[in-house]
C-alpha cells in the first residue's frame, strides 16, 4: 500500500520560511485532491490548502497571500511552501490525498514557530 511521508518541518522564527514536502512511495492512480492539513495542540485538524486535479489551488483565509501548495508528478511529491511565518501556524502539518477510492494521510510533521 502506498504510503505518504512528510518531511520539512522544525523550529523557525517568526518571519521565516519553510518548505514542506510529501512524498508518496509509489504512484497513486486518479488522484481527485492533495491537502495540507495541520493540527495545533488542542485543537481539530483543519484544512491549510488543496491542489485539486486540473490544477485549481485553494486556501484557508489565514494562510492566503503566505503558503503556496505545489506538485511534482515525476517525483509523486506534494510541497507546502511557507513564507512569513507567524506563531500561530504552530502545528502538526499532515498532507492528504484523495482519490475516488481512498484517503491517504501521511504521519505529519511538527512546524514549532517561535523566536
Known amino acids: 500500500q502506498v504510503q505518504l511521508v512528510e518531511s520539512g518541518g522544525g523550529l523557525v522564527q517568526p518571519g521565516g520560511s519553510l518548505r514542506l514536502s510529501c512524498v508518496a512511495s509509489?504512484?497513486?492512480?486518479?488522484?481527485?485532491?492533495m491537502d495540507w492539513y495541520r493540527q495545533a495542540p488542542g485543537k481539530q485538524r483543519e484544512l491549510v490548502a488543496r491542489?485539486?486535479?486540473?490544477?485549481?489551488?485553494n486556501y484557508a483565509d489565514y494562510v492566503k497571500g503566505r503558503f503556496t501548495i505545489s506538485s511534482d508528478n515525476d517525483k509523486n511529491t506534494v510541497y507546502l511552501q511557507m513564507n512569513s511565518l507567524k506563531p500561530e501556524d504552530t502545528a502538526v502539518y499532515y498532507c492528504?490525498?484523495?482519490?475516488?477510492?481512498?484517503?491517504?494521510w501521511g504521519q505529519g510533521t511538527q512546524v514549532t514557530v517561535s523566536s
Open positions: 492528504m490525498v484523495a482519490t475516488t477510492s481512498y484517503t491517504y
Open positions: 491542489l485539486a486535479r486540473g490544477g485549481s489551488t
Open positions: 509509489g504512484t497513486i492512480a486518479g488522484i481527485g485532491i
